[in-house]
């Protein structure tokens, strides 16, 4: 008998160790509803952190880490404490870094400006970039791939033109198009040249980008800004470069081709006209726009 104790009362005392612990996971577990409470929280928390608060916030999210246990859903979609086989342990982020992706994406927006009103803040979209670069390894590929095309607009609204172009070539916005790369790169060679005064340059990587825009791959082509709400047509998009280049060639002394451009600008403003014809909002901002031709 004393040897049958000596067997039974230490099984039976990992057993109710065992089931404690099981209960105290169950308890304190993870659940759908605890993790859309937890990223509703942190979502509030960085939205009402000020704008020097924002990496510092950021940073934390990615480095801090505690015990969470759950429990893995069985084949009826349900979970069990009597599944303790289920049971899920580990020092995880408070939110997963695919959602720390998300939230990062909505930063570069928070610092992009909103036009003449505001200028993008360079200095906190080119600490968000540093940041997100560490970020991106513990991504998933779909999040990963959508954090580098906001990094893409974080390099442009921070003027690093060279970063952007490197970022196009070394492949990694692979959802895109060779053609759409091609195109992009040579638009942001555009303004490259455009700061850099030298006007031939800059019209001649401009023309590059509208032939892509006039492509067939662009011909659904809509982009909404999302800090003022305004959705440009491919009509608007091509009809601005054009002026664009119509100014330079007009700055470099040839009236001829200005004229050109200004006569494309304007048969492509009257079809953007006519597309935005049911939203007031970007049909006002595009009426301002098309005053210097005269519709």
């Not at 004229?259 to 595009?286: G, V």
Request: charged share 35%; net charge positive; glycine share 6%.
């Amino acid at each position: 008998m004393k040897t049958l104790a000596k067997i039974v009362v230490p099984v039976l005392v990992l057993a109710l160790v065992a089931a404690g612990f099981v209960y105290w996971g169950w308890k304190n577990r993870e659940t759908d509803e605890s993790r859309r409470a937890e990223r509703k929280a942190v979502r509030s928390e960085l939205r009402a952190a000020p704008d020097d608060g924002v990496l510092k916030y950021l940073e934390k999210l990615l480095s801090e880490k505690s015990f969470r246990v759950w429990f893995e859903k069985g084949e009826d979609g349900t979970e069990c404490p009597c599944r303790f086989w289920t049971m899920r342990a580990g020092m995880l982020t408070r939110v997963p870094y695919d959602y720390i992706g998300q939230l990062t994406e909505d930063q570069f927006i928070r610092f992009a400006g909103n036009g003449s009103e505001k200028q993008p803040d360079a200095a906190k979209i080119k600490e968000l970039l540093d940041f997100s670069k560490k970020l991106l390894p513990k991504c998933s590929s779909e999040a990963a791939i959508s954090l580098t095309e906001r990094r893409l607009d974080g390099y442009f609204l921070a003027g690093d033109y060279d970063g952007a172009i490197a970022l196009l070539e070394s492949g990694a916005i692979s959802k895109r198009s060779p053609a759409w790369c091609k195109g992009t790169a040579a638009k942001l060679r555009a303004h490259r040249a455009m700061d850099a005064k030298d006007n031939k340059e800059a019209v001649k990587q401009l023309q590059v980008f509208i032939d892509f825009m006039l492509s067939d791959e662009q011909k659904d082509f809509e982009d909404c800004d999302p800090t003022t709400g305004i959705l440009y047509s491919r009509d608007w998009v091509v009809a601005r470069n054009y002026m664009r280049c119509s100014k330079m060639c007009g700055e470099l002394g040839d009236a001829a081709k200005s004229a050109e451009f200004k006569e494309l600008a304007k048969k492509h403003f009257s079809r953007a006209l006519e597309k935005a014809k049911d939203d007031q909002k970007s049909l006002q901002a595009l009426k301002e726009e098309v005053k210097p031709v005269g519709l």
